[in-house]
């Protein structure tokens, strides 16, 4: 009697015990348009990964986008030693989501040659990481867990850099493990308080809480992003319960939403212009009078009020407010003047020549109407322009050697809070659009010259140049400051970030 006895209360004392410490936080669900290929920052700079970002993976230096103020992060504190020369104390007592230790060792190797690269020796992630680390000289591990990092100059915008977007360090032994670019980028292992468990390329990438997290833990258990590319049908699961939050939601659904009983609107502008990229190897595109009647032509006050109900602005120029003193607020940006588009189209000899532009189905929010709407309005000035809807961002940016890209759509955040961050990361030599034969930049680099100088009102002055460069040499056409709307579930209290990360990390979201 008395082992039977003592087997009774075992198995009691066991069930007892996976009550008391089951894991009782819900999960959460959210139906996004697309998902990232590739989940390293340096593998994709996508809208799309940096949605995920944060919450996998961390930067030594975290910026705080409630309060614009950097904190400890990765890092405890740092310091700078010389003008070239920033040492960081890295936080002990971190664990990967393997288990492992992250230390200096990481960040030296995930900024050296094996991931980052250098000019001489490329690693993968050099093509997009090198136009916002091309200051770095050296990355290297010292005594103390302590890392220092020597750029070639002085750069005024390291500790931004560190803090923003692209800073995020992954854990190296796990990078060393996997030893495939493309594998990694579905199985990143980062320090965040969410860890990767099931990536479904197209269908789905799912996130579990990390509780050997060094922070406070999750809030919740697991997020997993879910494609669902229709509006209505996104709409219909926030409504039913089947998911929590849905991305890409424009104002004409706003009132759906908001009148259900346990579902509300959130989100708004973010620190991102959109614009289109013209490719001038295209014939018609050659000329710059032509780019510049393609950007008079768009009235986009009318755009924002019929795509947005007026919920957006028009940047002045390529740059943002929250460049602080380098905002440039006398800067005479983007006029709307169809007479003169058409003048120029005269004087430009151009003929009718079709234009391509390519565009996908609501990557951005109401991409497809803001489209349709550009259509019409650069055929009233004498544009011939072909709508050309594509599948997939290997589509928008494939090469026509013959013909150029004709238009894309794109969009650019200002990562660093800094025109070297928005306007000279896209359009500089290090830029995207350099890289890939857009547009010859050469006189938009001249320009660019003193825009890394220490002295504030050398900064300004070459900014005011280089939005006057940009606006007449017209590599693309802006059209406003994106907003990013979300639908969600009332369960749960979250604020939507300045930039496209959806951060559900403790500080946060809590559930209602």
Not at 113 to 127: M, Q, S
Not at 211 to 232: C, F, I
Not at 284 to 303: F, G, M, P, S, T
Request: net charge negative.
């Amino acid at each position: 009697m008395k082992y039977k006895l003592l087997t009774v209360t075992l198995v009691a004392l066991v069930t007892w015990v996976g009550t008391a410490y089951a894991d009782t936080r819900p999960g959460l669900t959210v139906a996004v348009t697309q998902l990232t290929r590739h989940l390293d920052p340096m593998g994709a700079n996508s809208n799309v990964n940096e949605r995920v970002g944060e919450n996998i993976i961390e930067n030594l230096i975290r910026y705080n986008w409630k309060t614009a103020t950097v904190q400890p992060g990765l890092a405890t504190s740092w310091k700078m030693i010389n003008a070239t020369t920033l040492e960081l104390k890295i936080r002990d007592g971190v664990k990967c989501h393997d288990g492992t230790d992250f230390t200096a060792e990481d960040v030296e190797i995930m900024f050296g040659p094996k991931r980052y690269g250098t000019e001489d020796a490329n690693g993968p992630g050099y093509a997009i990481g090198k136009a916002f680390f091309n200051t770095f000289k050296e990355v290297k591990a010292i005594g103390g867990n302590k890392v220092r990092i020597v750029t070639n100059e002085p750069d005024p915008l390291l500790l931004n850099r560190l803090s923003g977007w692209m800073g995020q360090v992954p854990c190296a032994d796990a990078y060393l493990k996997v030893g495939d670019w493309d594998k990694w980028g579905q199985q990143v292992v980062g320090t965040g308080p969410y860890k990767i468990v099931s990536v479904k390329p197209g269908e789905s990438h799912s996130l579990e809480a990390f509780d050997g997290y060094w922070g406070v833990k999750a809030p919740v258990k697991s997020v997993t992003y879910k494609v669902v590319p229709e509006t209505a049908a996104r709409i219909a699961g926030l409504i039913t319960g089947e998911f929590d939050f849905i991305t890409e939601i424009q104002p004409d659904h706003f009132k759906t939403i908001s009148d259900n009983d346990g579902t509300e609107i959130g989100g708004g502008a973010i620190r991102n212009i959109r614009f289109m990229p013209y490719d001038t190897r295209h014939p018609a595109l050659q000329d710059k009078r032509v780019r510049q009647a393609l950007n008079l032509a768009i009235d986009r006050e009318l755009l924002i009020k019929a795509v947005f109900n007026g919920m957006s602005t028009v940047p002045n120029g390529f740059q943002m407010k929250s460049f602080g003193d380098m905002y440039i607020a006398d800067h005479k940006g983007a006029q709307y003047n169809p007479d003169k588009a058409r003048k120029l189209l005269k004087e430009a000899g151009y003929k009718g020549e079709e234009i391509s532009f390519r565009y996908l189905k609501d990557y951005y929010t109401g991409e497809v109407s803001t489209v349709q709407i550009l259509e019409q309005m650069w055929s009233d000035v004498g544009f011939n322009i072909k709508l050309d809807l594509k599948e997939n961002w290997g589509q928008i940016q494939e090469d026509d050697v013959a013909e150029g890209r004709g238009i894309i759509n794109w969009s650019g955040t200002a990562y660093l809070n800094d025109p070297v961050g928005q306007v000279r990361r896209l359009f500089g030599p290090d830029g995207y659009f350099q890289r890939h034969s857009y547009w010859d930049g050469s006189t938009f680099n001249a320009a660019s010259d003193g825009l890394m100088s220490t002295d504030l009102k050398t900064r300004q002055a070459t900014f005011t140049k280089l939005l006057a460069v940009w606006e007449d040499e017209a590599p693309a056409g802006y059209l406003y400051v994106l907003p990013m709307f979300y639908g969600k579930s009332t369960a749960f209290n979250w604020t939507a970030s300045d930039t496209g990360l959806m951060d559900f990390r403790a500080d946060n979201l809590s559930v209602n």
